[in-house]
């Protein structure tokens, strides 16, 4: 394809790169991708004409008729012969992309974009949309990155709002380069992804299947229903703590089961929350292991929670975590089990065992729950996964590669006080490696939500999970999960002003699925419970599996059945 260069220098020019894919499919990603996005969206006062061409085929659309389209959804003439390389459905779902609003108030995208986990994603977008300068002896081509960075800011402070033409109506240089070849590529990625996401899926199924068929046979039903409360009641009191060898205040709130007996031992358990999050989501498990006697205490980490998130959206902090939190986190958990320790000898009447304690995170608690069972930073790794060719659909890369920001050696972050581990959508696979994750011998139950798009399955757990060599874990799959539910209607209707405006409660299902496994697993591996046993086999999971959200759980899913699966799928 010969590059099409536009001549008007005094206005706005996309221009397009050599590709080496073939015309069927590169017209295919393009029309759904992002250049069709941004040809359909430049304003009027821009290039009078849009020049898209490939091995001799040329199509001209002049702006105007793009512009009718977006505002009337008329295909005139000049625009149809574009818009036959289109399907009657995906033109439908074009358009609607295209009118988008996204009503993020302009002081958040100010944060996000300088912060450092802003300049990581503006650093990789602007490899696709990148800046051209022309000039009589050359030109050249560079990261859009800035320029990026100014179209957000600009479109989020107009009047008019955040949209695709607002963004184009603002980038400031005089040429918008695509590098089609990226493009393509991220498409085709996303595609297979997909594909693998899928034959993932499937194989745990079947191999969920071919499990219970080998288990015990057993009637559930004449079985306690454990995704139910439990007969006891519970107290709650919530704690300030202070470590003054840090210099760290930290909020703690404690759920104690009401005991009779004064020599009953109380399995404990610790619950470390995501980034972002003050554990409100989490108060249901909290609730639910307490009604059954345990335990449950759940830490507020001050560098990563709520209340630090809306500090850096108020420009009240330059990051949306602290770095330290990588070392913080763990420390707060040994800090608080530690003070546990104190209060045991009076306040609980020595009633809490705190020899073996579990404990659950979820996302970056997950990493704070692999920290503590002997999982070591691993920095080789990171610098590997977090250069140049970093996995830009890999979101969690974001918040990994801070981790680099610490010095360069051997955190002893363990505490031999864990006994088992629960993990939901762990961050993890930079962070530790192969190398790491292998550190674990503790009994691991981890939870996957195949419609995760922070940490997804494909890129971020499904090895992860192959590479724990400790005989006593469990990977329990929940298709149509979330690692958040966000609340779109929040960004594209109206003005959120905070964080927990976007986020929705979990489907009562998928709580009651956790709820349960969470329970059997800690009452097995912490209060050392068998006849909880057989909650943790795969004919459990399907005896309470219920449509959309089928749930799975497997324990012998090995690396080379991970890889005939994803390479059978390459094949089909």
Not at 110 to 137: A, P, R, W
Not at 172 to 182: I, N, Q, V
Not at 283 to 288: D, P
Not at 374 to 397: H, R, T, W, Y
Request: proline content about 4%; hydrophobic content about 40%.
């Amino acid at each position: 394809m010969s590059t099409q260069k536009f001549q008007a220098k005094e206005t706005k020019k996309i221009n397009t790169n050599k590709n080496t894919f073939g015309l069927n499919r590169w017209l295919k990603s393009l029309t759904l991708g992002i250049i069709p996005a941004i040809l359909t969206a430049l304003p009027v006062n821009a290039a009078k004409e849009i020049s898209l061409g490939h091995e001799g085929l040329n199509i001209s659309i002049p702006v105007s008729a793009l512009e009718t389209y977006v505002k009337t959804g008329e295909v005139n003439y000049e625009l149809a012969s574009y818009m036959l390389l289109l399907e009657s459905q995906e033109e439908g779902q074009y358009r609607q992309i295209l009118q988008e609003r996204y009503n993020f108030p302009p002081h958040i995208i100010s944060q996000f974009l300088h912060s450092y986990m802003g300049e990581i994603f503006l650093k990789n977008l602007g490899q696709v949309i990148q800046t051209k300068s022309i000039d009589d002896s050359y030109s050249t081509v560079e990261n859009g990155s800035e320029d990026i960075k100014t179209a957000f800011l600009k479109a989020a402070n107009d009047t008019e709002g955040l949209t695709v033409i607002n963004f184009i109506r603002h980038f400031p240089s005089e040429t918008m380069w695509l590098d089609t070849k990226r493009i393509v590529a991220v498409t085709d990625k996303i595609s297979a992804i997909q594909n693998n996401t899928k034959a993932f899926v499937e194989t745990v199924a079947n191999l969920t299947s071919r499990e219970a068929k080998k288990e015990e046979k057993i009637d559930f039903s004449r079985l306690a229903d454990i995704r139910k409360k439990g007969s006891y009641q519970f107290s709650q009191q919530e704690m300030m703590l202070e470590d003054k060898g840090r210099n760290r205040k930290f909020a703690v709130k404690l759920y104690v089961p009401e005991m009779s007996a004064k020599d009953v031992s109380i399995p404990v358990v610790v619950i470390s929350h995501g980034l972002g999050s003050n554990g409100v989501n989490f108060e249901s498990l909290a609730e639910h292991l307490a009604s059954y006697g345990f335990a449950v205490a759940l830490p507020q980490h001050p560098g990563s929670d709520y209340e630090y998130i809306q500090k850096f959206l108020a420009g009240k902090a330059k990051d949306m975590f602290e770095s330290n939190e990588f070392i913080d986190r763990p420390l707060d958990v040994t800090f608080l089990l530690n003070e546990l320790e104190q209060l045991n000898q009076n306040q609980f009447h020595g009633q809490l065992n705190l020899k073996k304690v579990g404990i659950f995170g979820h996302s970056f608690g997950a990493y704070t729950a692999f920290a503590l069972a002997g999982a070591e930073i691993n920095f080789n790794q990171l610098k590997q996964d977090c250069g140049p060719q970093m996995e830009v659909l890999n979101v969690s890369l974001l918040l990994q590669c801070r981790a680099l920001e610490l010095n360069p050696q051997k955190y002893s972050l363990k505490d031999d006080r864990i006994g088992a581990l629960f993990v939901l959508d762990p961050v993890n696979s930079s962070l530790f490696g192969k190398t790491g994750l292998s550190q674990v011998q503790l009994p691991v139950l981890w939870g996957s939500g195949t419609e995760d798009k922070i940490t997804p399955i494909i890129l971020e757990q499904a090895n992860s999970f192959t590479w724990l060599t400790t005989p006593d874990k469990y990977l329990v799959v929940t298709e149509g999960a979330n690692h958040v539910n966000i609340n779109f209607d929040a960004v594209n209707k109206t003005a959120f002003t905070s964080i927990e405006e976007l986020i929705q409660p979990d489907p009562e299902v998928v709580v009651g699925y956790a709820n349960a496994l969470g329970l059997a697993f800690f009452q097995s591996h912490i209060a050392d419970q068998s006849e909880y046993r057989p909650y943790l086999q795969a004919s459990y999971a399907k005896a309470i599996s219920e449509k959309p959200f089928n749930l799975s759980l497997v324990r012998s899913l090995s690396e080379t059945q991970l890889s005939q699966a994803l390479k059978q799928t390459i094949k089909d």
